[in-house]
Nanobody
Framework: QVQLVESGGGLVQAGGSRRLSCVVS????????MGWYRQGPGKQRELVAS???????YYVDAVRGRFTISRDNAKKTVYLQMSSLSPEDTAVYYC??????????????WGQGIQVTVSS
């Protein structure tokens, strides 16, 4: 089984920054794509960003230019650096592990989730 442990969430003022971390254990990491999803109040879970094992990133339009996803294979950790945060970014963020080297939504596993709250 894959284990995903997120950290770095909390409260932040609008315009501020925050970095999320996710440590992977129990499964392979170097050959797997990773990502971050989020679910805001009254909303569906949605993809935020993903990164292949070649360190090729992808971002949804809502966060492009503000968020940066990265990975450290030696630490089996994926990061999400969030900048210029707004209340619209308030959500539970989920670390995502993919079975393949490229993101495939049908073969993804999520962590427990971590709360990020952005004040007005």
């Amino acid at each position: 089984q894959v284990q995903l442990v997120e950290s770095g969430g909390g409260l932040v003022q609008a315009g501020g920054s925050r970095r999320l971390s996710c440590v992977v254990s129990g499964r392979t990491f170097d050959s797997n794509a990773m990502g971050w999803y989020r679910q805001g109040p009254g909303k569906q879970r949605e993809l935020v960003a993903s990164i292949t094992h070649f360190h090729e990133p992808y971002y949804v339009d809502a966060v492009r230019g503000r968020f940066t996803i990265s990975r450290d294979n030696a630490k089996k950790t994926v990061y999400l650096q969030m900048s210029s945060l707004s209340p619209e970014d308030t959500a539970v963020y989920y670390c995502t592990w993919y079975q393949s080297s490229y993101p495939s939504p049908n073969f993804a596993y999520w962590g427990q989730g971590i709360q990020v709250t952005v004040s007005s």
